[in-house]
């Protein structure tokens, strides 16, 4: 499953995209209000982190037909290529339709804000990349978020439609892992539930003590030192 990390804080996105095996970066609208400032450049900014080749997607801000079309393309000329950009737009009626018309001039849609298997399978049949439910949303308003995305699996799967989830709205580490055995094809995740992946005590205790037997053995002596 890949991951993507699901943030716009170009401090985070420098660090995961150094540390971490992170596929791109998602944004949507919310997480552009909160840094401000000039938003296109910052856009450009966060292409430059994550280089030419990674996804990075990015929701459209109009809601009618014609301009979600004019704003898509836009989106893709100025961060990247048909490629690596995923444009996002929501699974409304007029987003089905701006997904259709998109979809089959060559752009790679993200239908965005999926809270059911009916708004999936629609998006896959209108064409779209990928389709991203809402895990934690729906967990909140007490759905199965995780149940869901199984059940989107299973529909795609049943089809062979080329349509991936990018399951998205993580709180735990654990919805993550639920998500990852449905065989989703990809999760967007916080900076701070990536880090909750790879964080444990007992790992941390474990590089200690290599680290103090060594020492004791050896002294400050690196074994690349002695070769
Ligand atoms: C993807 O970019 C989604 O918009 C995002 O994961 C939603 O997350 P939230 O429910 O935490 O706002």
Known sequence: MKLIL???NLSDIRYFNDYYPIDGVTTNPTILSREGGDIVAHLHEIRKIIGPKKELHIQVTETEYEKILEEAKAIVKAFGTKETVCVKIPANDVGLRATKT???????ITVTAVLSA???LLAANAG??????YVSRLENIGA???GTVAEIQEIFDASGTDTKILAASFKTAREVLDVALTG???A???A???KRLLAHTTTDTSIAGFAADWEKAFGKKTLGSML
């Open 184 to 186: 989703a094809g990809a």
């Open 144 to 146: 199965d978020g995780v």
């Open 128 to 133: 779209a990349a990928y389709v991203a439910p």
């Open 6 to 8: 699901d943030t716009a």
């Open 118 to 120: 009916g708004q999936a």
């Open 188 to 190: 967007t995740v916080s």
């Open 192 to 194: 701070d539930v990536m």
């Open 102 to 108: 998109l979809a089959s001039e060559g752009y790679r």
